[in-house]
């Protein structure tokens, strides 16, 4: 068996692990949870479940040792005593920093809509942020950033944008790309942490900790000639009101490009939430919400931004009009 993990880790299948370091406040638990965590990342799902199961005979109102049961019994193939455990979990927790809601909604115990909260996001990326840049460029080959440049040069060429804004900004890896090209830039994250890392770069007139569509709902009307969004709409089901506020802050004429995973082929028209706890679209949804919100669809390029497991994960590239 491999070393305990950290106490309270949740784990995502191919996404960045969210660990996030607290105690139940019992040392027995707190021991008994490591332990099954080590075991159900081991694949011995049966021990980790006994494991949780005797911290929180200990601690029942530890929601991450109830979420540890969850993801154990489903491991197990008991899908209700999973989804039961894990809305347990979230009664206790209901900002869900653990994330359950990705694993009830793919249970279907949840709308695929509710499966991502701003509490998972938020924590996931805070404990993400020191080695963010490192990770997604060395370990992912990630790339959203140059094809959000890239395709401004072939629908925007020598065009310069007098005022930008880069929603989940991240650390500023949007910014380092697009830099040449615009005036002044704005950014905004859910994560503080994230946010601190960007500022760091000093490459943003403002940045600010915010949730996306609040934060673009308050700009002037007409204001920003470029909206920007690498990787961020994966975690966002049905953007409905990301596209509204979108279309509101640009000026006629004004871009909104973006990057999400795309939806395979024979999966439906609209999004599901995926094993990676991230949302997948599809080209006809997309173009689709566009239009409802006054959009023109310059372009839906198919392409991919990271890879998972050494595999390109597929995408769109999707540029916009006001």
């Not at 080695?131 to 310069?160: M, S």
């Not at 973006?258 to 395979?264: D, I």
Request: with cysteine; net charge negative; glycine share 10%.
């Amino acid at each position: 068996m491999s070393p305990p993990l950290p106490l309270a880790t949740a784990t995502r299948s191919n996404s960045p692990s969210l660990v996030v370091h607290r105690s139940s406040g019992d040392l027995i638990a707190d021991r008994r949870y490591s332990w099954a965590a080590g075991y159900l990342q081991d694949g011995d799902a049966a021990a980790a479940a006994d494991l949780a199961g005797q911290a929180l005979e200990r601690a029942a109102h530890f929601a991450p040792a109830w979420a540890l049961l969850g993801e154990a019994r489903l491991a197990a193939g008991d899908a209700a005593g999973a989804v039961a455990a894990l809305e347990r979990a979230k009664a206790l927790e209901p900002d869900d920093a653990l994330g359950v809601s990705v694993t009830l909604a793919r249970l279907g115990a949840l709308p695929a809509a509710d499966a991502i909260t701003e509490g998972y996001v938020r924590a996931l990326f805070d404990s993400y942020a020191e080695r963010f840049d490192e990770h997604l460029t060395a370990d992912l080959n990630y790339r959203g950033p140059d094809l959000l440049r890239e395709a401004l040069d072939r629908y925007a060429p020598g065009r310069r944008f007098a005022r930008a804004l880069d929603v989940g900004c991240g650390t500023g890896l949007m910014a380092e790309a697009i830099r040449g090209r615009v005036e002044r830039l704005a950014g905004c994250d859910l994560a503080p942490a994230m946010v601190e890392k960007a500022r760091e770069k000093a490459l943003y007139e403002s940045l600010d900790v915010a949730e996306l569509t609040a934060w673009l709902e308050a700009v002037p009307s007409g204001a920003a000639d470029l909206i920007l969004a690498a990787d961020v709409l994966v975690y966002v089901g049905d953007p409905v009101h990301v596209l509204a506020a979108a279309a509101t802050a640009l000026q006629a004429g004004g871009l909104f490009a973006f990057t999400v995973q795309a939806l395979g082929a024979g999966a439906g028209e609209g999004f599901v939430i995926g094993p990676d706890a991230r949302f997948a679209h599809s080209r006809a949804f997309l173009r689709a919400r566009a239009a409802e919100a006054g959009l023109r669809v310059v372009a839906v390029e198919d392409a991919w931004s990271r890879c998972d497991a050494g595999r390109p994960v597929a995408g769109f590239v999707v540029v916009l009009e006001r």
